[in-house]
């Protein structure tokens, strides 16, 4: 679901991408305290919880 949101359905796009993109956010996050505010939820995807 969050891939057709983000790219749309008529671009093809890794799965990983998002994978990629969390886990950028979360180094961004980071210096800030805020990198568990993203949860891997397994078998779902990702969390984010305030």
């Known amino acids: 679901q969050l891939l057709d949101r983000v790219w749309g359905r008529s671009i093809y796009v890794e ?7 969390v886990l950028r956010l979360r180094k961004s996050l980071k210096p800030h305290g805020c990198d568990q505010m993203i949860e891997t939820v397994r078998g779902v995807g990702y969390r984010f919880s305030g």
């Open 15 to 21: 799965e990983r991408t998002v994978d990629v993109h």
